[in-house]
């Protein structure tokens, strides 16, 4: 299956005419006009070509004071880097509010920092037993693989190790890793991060997989990635074939606005859909980005025609330098208040908060349950009507203490 390099005057005009990303549309060849197709298609070209540099960044846009001061900062923090595909998305005109651009380009509020900000916001570091493996919950790791991304994401949570220029270094021992894995057969499920592991070489990665395969308590392999949204060339039929001999094998993309949901990408997401490989997404809430009820709709309706189960929001991390990009977590309460029971059931992610310090993802749900004992349960439902559902009256239950809360609005 050749990846094609579509026409795409027509199609960049309607990008820039309709803003709300919820047709599929190619950018390319956009800034890059006289590349040819195949070395647009190839991946390896598309990295070594990637915006890294503010003269960069100036050859094809106009940057405010606020950016060019957050990209001459940004070397040792978090690096900057977009490829070309996902750098065709910011539109030609200068528009600083642009949810693409907030989410790639440095600015210069990434150097404040709120009372709340912490270098490792969800406490990885103190539940590492081996150099590049989290375990903190009791029957999964999360395998940090690698700190290289096709791009870097402004708000990233791992901004302390990704990139490679920030305040720690990744030293991921492999060999230990694997021996940890051997002995502790209370690990079934292993997710690879970083970092994105789709950035290795084919062989690497079947190397890797194989490896993790060949323990036998390991019953589920997951990887966490922005290369389909970031680097759709990276998805290619040969890559696939490798992926599909390692299942189950789940994966969870990382897509926080409609417009990143581009013709390559919505082929890239097909082809892994075609090789078996169930795909979750994860959206981080984000000002400016995904803030809203109608850009979040049309993200997840854009995803389930992708093949893709909308599956977390997060609270975006209290992550260093980050406060500009947070929203509250109200918002995030009033957009999953806005999408139940308003549209498609699996087109509904789950909010969560990872709890600062290391607690593990919270959920946060709007309260839909006002009254429960043991005998009846009070319930509202989308539109706000309230039901009673009777309860069986076992009192081995322990009910949460929210009930009591609830209490003074149903009765008031
Ligand atoms: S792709 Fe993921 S790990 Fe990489 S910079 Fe973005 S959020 Fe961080």
Redesign the pocket.
Known sequence: MALTFLPSTKMLATAVRKLDGKEFVSHAPGYWPNVPAELWNDWKWQLKNRVTSLAQLEQHIELSEEERSGVLLSGDK?ALAITPHFFNLIPRERNLDDPIRRQVIPRIEETWTSPYDMADPCGEDSHMPVPGLVHRYPDRVLFLVTDR?????R?????RV??GVGEQELHTDFEEAFRYLEQHTEVRDVLL????ALLFSDDKLEKLLSRLRAISHIEFLRI?T?VPI?LPQRITPELCAMLQKYHPLWMSV?VNHPRELTIEVKEALERLANAGIPLGNQS?LLAGVNDNIDVMRNLVHKLLMCRVRPYYIYQCDLINGSSHLRTSVAKGIEIIEGLRGHTTGYAIPQFVIDAPGGGGKVPINPGYILYHDNEKIVIRNYEGNIFEYPETGNENVQFAPQREYHDEYLYS
Do not use: E, K, N, Q
């Not at 991060?193 to 994105?196: A, E, F, I, K, P």
């Open positions: 978090l991304c096709a791009s870097y994401c708000y990233c949570t791992r901004s990704v990139s991060s970083g970092g994105d966490g922005r970031f990382h981080v």
